[in-house]
């Protein structure tokens, strides 16, 4: 037996994973929001595309400054992940009131998240997109990863307070890189 879906829920079946952190910088103020909705683009050099909703202090900060850092958070941040996308930058020191530790990133001006597995940093690729999707195109200028981290559990989410924790690694032969 199958039963139509509705559209507004078609997103909860293909979300990608996995949630990630977008850290950026405003004349040295940092701030960090959560994010789920990005794409892989391109392998090499890498290209992410991202929807940043114009609501978000983000969306404003990272058209100004053409920058961001991708940080990945691993499932013992989830709490943490979750606070970070339920209050905004504009009035709010999310670095401070969250507990997160920004660090010098080497190519762009926002910072790395200390406690996240993983660090992309970014500069805007392309912004064609931006006045009709909010879609943001990004290509990855340096990366960083945490060498103890061996498959790490990565959050993904469902929406509506839905997540799912990864915690099994397979590996399949696949002409996929
Ligand atoms: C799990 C989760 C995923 C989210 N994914 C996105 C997303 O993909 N794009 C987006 O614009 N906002 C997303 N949000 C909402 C932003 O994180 C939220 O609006 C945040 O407060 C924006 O912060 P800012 O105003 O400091 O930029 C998500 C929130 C949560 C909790």
Known sequence: MIKSLP?????RLLEPGPVVLVAT???????????SWHTMMEF??????????????TFDTLL?????????PTAKMIDKVVKIGNCSGRDTDKFKKIGL??????????????ECYANIE???S?????????FFILKAVKAWID??????????HGGKGNFTISDKAVKIASKMK
């Open 147 to 156: 060498p103890k981290a061996k498959n790490p559990k990565i959050i993904h």
């Open 122 to 124: 970014c500069k805007i």
């Open 101 to 114: 530790t920004p660090l010098p990133a080497s190519r762009v001006k926002a910072p790395l998240v200390k």
């Open 44 to 57: 090499e050099p890498p290209l992410i595309g991202c929807v940043i909703s114009g609501r978000n202090h």
């Open 7 to 11: 559209l507004s829920e078609v997103y």
């Open 25 to 35: 910088a405003d004349k040295n103020k940092n701030n960090v929001m959560t994010m």
């Open 126 to 134: 392309d912004a064609n997109l931006v006045g009709k999707y909010n």
């Open 64 to 72: 100004k400054t053409k920058e961001c850092v991708i940080g990945i």
